[in-house]
């Protein structure tokens, strides 16, 4: 077994300057974990661009390889849980936070992080998903669990160009909902009807809203990936009896908020976690990516593959708000 392998090192070079490349590092550099796998991909997802970037609410200790998302086959496991050779996904829990994480050729976990891949995705296809396919399956269902349904009306999905955001597009376009997408990316409307949404709308018009205690309902439900004022915007005009999954934070973490649209309306606010998730909530999840709920060709519009070496450009691609869809991080390349 080679003992060494490449890995993004992400070092404080001076304070506050974090530098981001591809160094060689050494199967003893690992943690002691029992699974030890050989990543086949990765993919970038924000909080990698966080971590990336010195944000150290994610990684408290520097240096550092980020990734939340890995997928590969198994080469040891001490625990017998998994036998050699199996191909293992493994997203959130502590990979890429403070354990170093997916964007390397090595990682070592304990086993009740992984799940077998599941039959339906192949290793590439699980990592288009990845973190934001999974959490996009979770804001779904905490939708329909609350009881969305198509002739419901509309539902509204802002940062839809992101990867949660154009996942969850394209499979509530597949379960048959008109889809509002809202971006500050207009020039990618043309890949969001791609999708299946209904109409496109630049998250400006959500901005009037701000000085009202509520808006005019316009949305059944939705899925908001961006927190901040725009959460609060989206749950002023929402219709009765609707919700909003909320699974995101890139226009701030706290919102200002007023009760008239919970005790008026009825709306239901839902939280979405995919990081501590339960493992047999996360495969049952995975089942429908896989299975009932796979976008297939639309899936694969959303990707770009892109090399080990690569990925501290699109880390900052990412940093920057300027990210489109879903990165792939191939080991191969």
């Not at 974990?33 to 200790?61: C, M, Q």
């Not at 191909?87 to 077998?116: F, K, Q, S």
């Not at 000085?211 to 927190?227: F, Q």
Request: net charge negative; hydrophobic share 45%; charged share 20%.
């Amino acid at each position: 077994m080679d003992k060494t392998f490449r890995a993004i090192w992400v070092e404080e070079v001076a304070p506050g300057k974090y530098d981001q490349r591809v160094v060689r590092r050494r199967l003893d550099d690992l943690p002691d974990h029992p699974l030890l796998l050989a990543v086949s991909h990765s993919s970038l997802n924000y909080k990698d661009a966080l971590s990336a970037f010195g944000n150290r609410a994610i990684t408290r200790e520097y240096p550092h390889t980020p990734g939340i998302d890995a997928v590969g086959e198994v080469l040891e496991d001490r625990s017998d849980t998994y036998a050699p050779g199996e191909r293992l996904l493994v997203t959130g829990y502590d990979l890429g936070m403070n354990t170093p994480g997916g964007l390397a050729e090595r990682i070592a976990i304990p086993p009740d992080w992984a799940l077998p891949l599941p039959e339906g995705l192949t290793a590439r296809e699980s990592m288009i998903l990845g973190t934001a396919g999974l959490t996009a399956g979770l804001c779904v269902d905490k939708l329909l669990e609350a009881g969305a349904r198509p002739e419901d009306g509309e539902v509204l999905v802002t940062g839809a160009t992101g990867g949660v955001g154009s996942i969850a597009v394209a499979l509530l376009a597949k379960l048959g909902f008109r889809v509002a997408a809202v971006t500050g990316k207009l020039e990618s409307s043309g890949f969001l009807t791609g999708l299946g949404a209904w109409k496109v709308l630049d998250r400006e018009s959500l901005a009037p809203f701000a000085s009202k205690a509520m808006a005019k309902p316009l949305w059944a439900w939705a899925v908001d990936t961006a927190g901040g004022e725009t959460l609060f915007n989206v749950i002023k005009s929402l219709a009765y009896g609707g919700g909003v999954a909320a699974c995101g934070m890139a226009s701030g973490a706290q919102f200002q908020a007023n009760v008239f649209p919970f005790i008026l309306r009825g709306i239901s606010l839902l939280g979405v976690d995919s990081v501590e998730l339960p493992l047999e909530k996360k495969a049952a999840t995975w089942e429908k990516l896989a299975g009932d709920w796979n976008i297939g060709e639309k899936l694969q519009s959303i990707a770009e593959d892109i090399s080990l070496e690569q990925a501290p450009e699109f880390l900052a691609r990412l940093h920057r708000g300027h990210g489109i869809g879903r990165y792939v991080v191939d080991m191969a390349l």
